[in-house]
């Protein structure tokens, strides 16, 4: 039975889904790193929010595991290519908390139009100050969004609600998309220089990081007021305060900071300055779809092999899972037999489809050829690492869909680029399960990869097979099948043969001096 360990504090539905699926699971928030690392080990799958770092350290302690979850939207708490270089899925919920981060930035909005948590505090305190607080409507202002993904669609949403007029600055938000939200689309500097409020909602990369720079602040309109509900770091939090102080900027609401937890801050205790502890999921709606979508998923790839909302891998539904895995096992043998064999001299590799194989999602069988190949360079890699470890040793990966039926009703085709051409090998299954290679460098031949198998090429003539078997016999090696295969008669053959044990490079030398044997080599599949 698979076993989770819930790491941050999470809603009790994700560990009610997790046993109602048959998965195990522990529920420790608030360990530090070193008490992570010490338990790590014995878990299958890790469910996380924002607070658990998943560092090299902790993925390198964790030896079983095959999958992060992050109930909650961003991961970059988590080293996804440190996860994926160890094979393990990196999933998150992105739609779960959206709404409800939306609704924390139009509340921190209207807390900074009028003044809200400073009214609050000063009003307690029992100053009635009646003549200080004079806030700005909403109505007719310009809302820039930085960002208008998920999150800040919604945002725009509310907001046109309110009338305000909200312009959006998103290189990736088309024209049409624009249209449809009623939005205006500009660039960054136009954004600045028009708002009224700005809110931004971009996840922190190397083009969004200090987006709100000092020089950028400077372009802002006098008397701007910004929100940031998406990640610190967006925002140069020094230029910021001193913008505060000197009046430009009339207000900043932030969720997020630079360092979380935010215990020390230069913004805390500025005039105009509005703070919240990262709440932006923090309802109970949000934090009840989160908790349960995260445990369906993670339950879902470790009991069915299903793969959702993944950051690191293809998709592939649960109904998908079950029709793919054969395909997967088959793409994973050719790729194994062309890995054995060629190895080092393979430059690029071209993945094939055709007949009912060309309607399913390629990406996985891609990723399973991959895998095959691969394992002769890395014992730990699997569809997850794979086609990075492909990219990392600069492999050229192209895949090929034809919908025609050839001679097969389904067939995979894996073709690798070598100092010497092309060479192939395909595959299809029988009764639609039973992986069978089908074609080997070109000549028929009809067999099941599994176990150990030595493959030779000879030159197709009488007595070989005989002398083969003596070979054989007298290492005390069982047979267990044979296939042949020749290009034509008395021209290059084949054979592939799976035995019961072991052959050693004793036994290969043997066949390898047999008269006519061109070519050698000991095989392992599976496992
Ligand atoms: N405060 C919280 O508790 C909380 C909760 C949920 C999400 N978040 C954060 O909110 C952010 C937005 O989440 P989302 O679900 O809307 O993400 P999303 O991926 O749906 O949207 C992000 C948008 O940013 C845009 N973008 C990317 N690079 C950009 C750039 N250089 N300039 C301008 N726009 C750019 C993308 O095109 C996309 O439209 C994320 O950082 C997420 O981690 C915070
Ligand atoms: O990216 C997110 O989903 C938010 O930052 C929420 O983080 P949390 O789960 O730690 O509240």
């Known amino acids: 039975m698979p076993k989770v360990l819930i790491s941050d504090q999470m809603d009790p539905k994700a560990a009610e889904i997790f046993r109602a699926n048959g998965v195990e699971v522990d529920e420790k928030p608030g360990l530090t790193k070193e008490e992570l690392k010490a338990i790590i080990g014995q878990y299958d799958g890790l469910a996380i929010r924002s ?16 999958v992060v979850g992050r109930a909650g939207i961003g991961v970059d708490n988590v080293d996804i290519p440190a996860a994926s270089a160890k094979g393990v899925v990196v999933m998150n919920t992105p739609f779960g908390n959206s709404i409800t981060t939306a609704e924390h930035a139009i509340a921190l909005m209207f807390a900074l139009a009028r003044e809200l948590p400073q009214a609050d505090a000063s009003t307690q305190a029992g100053k009635w100050e009646k003549n200080r607080f004079m806030g700005v409507e909403l109505t007719s202002k310009t809302l820039g969004l930085i960002g208008a993904g998920n999150i800040g669609s919604i945002v725009a949403d509310r907001a046109l609600g309110l009338k305000m007029k ?3 600055f998103d290189p990736f938000l088309t024209p049409e998309r624009a249209v449809d939200l009623g939005i205006e689309k500009v660039e960054l500097d ?6 009224d409020f700005i809110t931004l909602h971009t996840p922190l990369t190397d083009q969004t990081r200090n987006i709100l720079s000092r020089e950028n602040l400077a372009k802002t309109k006098k008397g701007v007021r910004i929100i940031n509900c998406a990640r610190g770091g967006l925002i140069d939090e020094a230029a910021l305060k001193d913008m505060l102080e000197s009046g430009h900027v009339a207000g900043a609401a932030l969720d997020v900071f630079v360092e979380e937890p935010a215990k020390q801050n230069p913004l805390f205790g500025t005039s105009g300055f509005v703070a919240t502890p990262h709440l932006g999921a923090s309802t109970t709606e949000a934090q009840v779809n989160v908790a349960i979508q995260v445990a369906e998923q993670m339950s879902d790839y470790l009991m069915r092999g299903g793969v959702t909302n993944a950051l690191n891998m293809p998709s592939l539904s649960a109904e998908e899972a079950p029709k793919l895995r054969p395909y997967m096992e088959l793409a994973q043998e050719l790729g194994s037999l062309v890995g054995q064999l060629e190895g080092e001299r393979i430059t690029g590799v071209s993945i094939e489809v055709e007949g009912a194989a060309a309607s399913l999602n390629q990406k996985p069988v891609t990723g399973a050829v991959l895998a095959g190949l691969m394992r002769v360079y890395s014992q730990t890699v699997n569809m997850v690492n794979a086609p990075f470890l492909a990219k990392e040793r600069g492999l050229d990966v192209r895949e090929v869909r034809h919908d025609r039926e050839g001679d097969y009703h389904t067939l995979v ?8 051409g092309e060479r192939s090998v395909a595959g299809t299954l029988f009764g639609n399960a039973a992986p069978r290679l089908v074609e080997m460098f070109g000549i028929k031949v009809e067999a099941e990869l599994k176990g150990e198998m030595i493959y030779i090429v000879n030159e197709d003539a009488p007595g070989f097979i005989g002398r083969l078997g003596t070979v054989l016999g007298q290492a005390g090696i069982n047979i267990g099948t044979f296939h042949l295969g020749r290009r034509a008669a008395k021209g290059e053959a084949l054979a592939l043969v799976s ?12 066949i390898k001096a047999i008269a006519g044997v061109r070519r050698v080599k000991a095989l392992r599949f599976g496992g």
Do not use: S
Request: no cysteine; hydrophobic share 50%.
């Open 166 to 168: 909200v312009v959006a």
């Open 499 to 510: 035995v019961d044990g072991h052959v050693g490079a004793d036994v290969i030398g043997q």
């Open 51 to 66: 607070a658990t770092k998943v560092t090299p350290d902790v993925l390198e302690a964790a030896t079983n595991l095959k």
């Open 413 to 420: 085709r894996v073709a690798v680029a070598t100092p010497d």
């Open 190 to 195: 136009q954004l600045l220089a028009r708002a």
